[in-house]
Nanobody, 119 residues
Framework: QVQLVESGGGLVQPGGSLRLSCTAS???????????WGWYRQAPGEERDVVAA???????NYADSVKGRFTISRDNAKNTVYLQMNSLEPEDTAVYYC??????????WGKGTLVTVSS
């Protein structure tokens, strides 16, 4: 099993920046089977949607709404995935969840961290 813990959420003004972190722990064998890391978000009353993803090979993908503003990256030595969020907008307000998907398609989820963009 893999446990994911997010951090870095909070209140920020429009135009500001935040960096979210997701640290993985648990079975080394299970962590080695992960081939895609992702960040999702869920606003009140809406579905959970993917924001950004990075594969084990380093390929990244972004939702159109965050392209050019958000950057996903990872530090394998620290077992951590990051989401750098710049030029934040009120529409980015949501609970952000870290996701890891292994080679069999099994999903692991963190408990989420709240990001609020407001003046």
């Amino acid at each position: 099993q893999v446990q994911l813990v997010e951090s870095g959420g909070g209140l920020v003004q429009p135009g500001g920046s935040l960096r979210l972190s997701c640290t993985a722990s648990g079975s080394i064998f299970s962590r080695l089977r992960i081939n895609v890391w992702g960040w999702y978000r869920q606003a009140p009353g809406e579905e959970r949607d993917v924001v950004a993803a990075i594969t084990s090979g380093g390929t990244t993908n972004y939702a159109d709404s965050v392209k050019g503003r958000f950057t996903i990256s990872r530090d394998n030595a620290k077992n951590t995935v990051y989401l750098q969020m710049n030029s934040l907008e009120p529409e980015d307000t949501a609970v952000y969840y870290c996701n890891a998907k292994d080679v069999s398609g099994k999903d692991y989820w963190g408990k989420g961290t709240l990001v609020t963009v407001s003046s």
